[in-house]
């Protein structure tokens, strides 16, 4: 037990436990106490715990709950834990929770975790940022319960037809591919992704006009992540100039720039 307790808000990845950081698992080895989203976070994150580490379920709970508890245990002297899916910077709770923590005088430490997209992105080979081809990646949701300001609606960010990561959309999948629509052609490949990481993960690439019937077909509605992007056609774009043997680099000699290709 620490003389002074300490929280950490730690990213738990989207599923697969190989994904978590060394820093993570290293402290969920040492915890005393450990919060976790237990529709999100997998058993086998929990088995990394020690015997007599607190196991605390919060997906019945809401943050009036959970963070006086926190807050107890840390000021108990305590090592706390709270596990999130994903990583803590998008789509969590953290910003609520780090103005609660500060304001009680609670020492926290937020650690990264892997985000949907990234999981996707490996697992389809592909990368969102292909020369020529596609340069910037947008990550976003749709309006639903929670209301995206009007500047930044879907219709407007799918103008610029770049790589677009839509989290928390598949109950409204029909109003999004609509907006998609107004902006990349219809034969832009979706890769629609669902549970990431864990083993009923499903992955489907299908042209845009066929995102709405083959989530509705599946019945992909929690934790589904849309990539809609045109470096999934693996056929365009050009090469990188960071390793091509003409582009001068401040640590590649002239000799090596001058060597044929």
């Given amino acids: 037990m620490l003389e002074t307790g300490k929280l950490y808000l730690i990213g738990a990845g989207p599923g697969d436990p190989d994904l978590l950081t060394v820093k993570a698992q290293r402290l969920i080895s040492q915890a005393d106490v450990i919060f976790y989203a237990n529709s999100l976070i997998p058993p086998e994150i929990l088995h990394l715990a020690q015997a007599d580490c607190e196991l605390i379920p919060t997906a019945d709970q809401v943050l009036e709950t959970v963070l006086p508890l926190m807050i107890k245990h840390v000021q108990a002297g305590r090592l706390v834990l709270r596990l999130q899916s994903g990583d803590p910077c998008l789509y969590s709770t953290l910003h609520e929770q780090l103005q609660a923590l500060t304001q009680a005088n ?33 990550l976003t949701r749709i309006s639903g319960r ?19 990561c839509l989290y928390l959309s598949a109950r409204h999948v029909e109003q999004a591919q609509a907006e998609l629509l107004l902006h990349y052609p219809p034969d832009t490949p979706v890769a629609i992704c669902f549970r990431l990481g864990w083993p009923d993960e499903q992955i489907h690439v299908v042209p845009l006009t066929e995102m709405a019937n ?13 990539l809609v992007t ?31 290709p």
């Avoid at 609670?106 to 081809?133: D, M, N, R, Y």
């Avoid at 019945?219 to 992540?225: A, D, K, S, V």
């Fill in 230 to 260: 045109p470096a999934l056609r693996p056929d365009q774009g050009s090469r990188s100039q960071l390793y091509h043997p003409h582009h001068q680099r401040l640590f590649r000699s002239q000799a090596m720039n001058q060597t044929q």
């Fill in 106 to 138: 609670i020492p926290v430490e937020v650690i990264p975790g892997i985000s949907a997209f990234q999981l996707a992105a490996a697992k389809l080979q592909v990368e969102l940022t292909i020369p020529e081809l596609v340069q910037t990646i947008i």
């Fill in 214 to 226: 083959v989530t509705q077909a599946h019945h992909l509605y929690r934790t589904t992540l849309y």
């Fill in 146 to 164: 929670t209301q995206v300001p009007a500047q930044e609606a879907l219709a407007h960010l799918a103008a610029h037809q770049a790589s677009l």
